[in-house]
């Protein structure tokens, strides 16, 4: 069974500081993908970012980051100068793959609700 | 990019009828589609899973019975809540996937009084 654990419920950071959402996750495939989306106040799930298991590349998407690291089943999120329109709730998902570039059903992880002050 | 549209948005039942929500894939085809049900402050938990022109799959835990599932076309797919009751009030989002991705839509807030 796959299971995807952001162990951190709630941030709250100043705005123009850096935070990092973490994400851990577990799944007995060997190919497989995984997400960050963002759902603001409104609800929609906003899409962030898919990465394939055999792609350990770090990426950076202007102020985002994202860390992947197999060896640790870790696929953790960084903010960099962080402002207040970043506040929503952050989840992370994973996904068996299907085929070599489809995916299947989402596992979410419980979501990290981030707060950005002025 | 693709979109993919709910219908209605919200909306507010009296215990005991049924809703009908729509997904709708409107610029491509989708074979599958997936709901998904949110509570308040809480992550979103699939609910089940639906081909075009068969029955749909549904989670452990979830009564196919009361959450009936219809994927007629290769863009609609409906999600009806028969008999709702107060604890059925949730945020409920599909998916669609078309050749290499999935796309969410807006999802739509089911209040039951």
């Known amino acids: 069974a796959q299971k995807v654990t952001q162990a951190q419920t709630e941030i709250s950071v100043v705005e123009k500081e850096d935070v990092t959402l973490d994400c851990v996750y577990e799944?007995?495939?060997?190919?497989?993908?995984l997400f960050w989306y963002k759902q603001p106040p409104s609800g929609e799930l906003v899409f962030l970012i898919r990465r394939n298991s055999f792609d350990e590349q770090n990426e950076i998407s202007g102020r985002y980051s994202w860390n992947f690291q197999k060896s640790t089943s870790s696929f953790n999120f960084t903010i960099t100068a962080s402002q207040v329109v970043d506040s929503a709730v952050y989840f992370c998902a994973l996904s068996e793959a299907i085929t070599g570039t489809s995916y299947g059903k989402l596992t979410f992880g419980q979501g990290t609700i981030l707060t950005v002050h002025p | 990019g693709a979109v993919v549209s709910q219908h209605p948005s919200w909306v507010i039942c009296k215990s005991g009828t049924s809703v009908k929500i729509e997904c709708r894939s409107l610029?491509?085809?989708?074979?599958?589609m997936f709901w998904y049900r949110q509570f308040p402050k809480q992550s979103l938990m699939l609910m089940a899973t639906s081909n075009e022109g068969s029955k749909a799959t549904y989670e452990q835990g979830v009564e196919k019975d009361k959450f009936l599932i219809n994927h007629a076309s290769l863009t609609l797919s409906t999600l009806t809540v028969t008999s709702a009751h107060p604890e059925d009030s949730s945020f409920y989002i599909c998916?669609?996937?078309?050749?290499?991705?999935?796309?969410f839509g807006p999802g739509t807030r089911l209040t039951v009084l």
């Open positions: 610029d491509f085809q989708a074979t599958t």
């Open positions: 998916s669609a996937r078309g050749l290499d991705e999935q796309f």
């Open positions: 799944t007995r495939d060997t190919t497989y993908y």
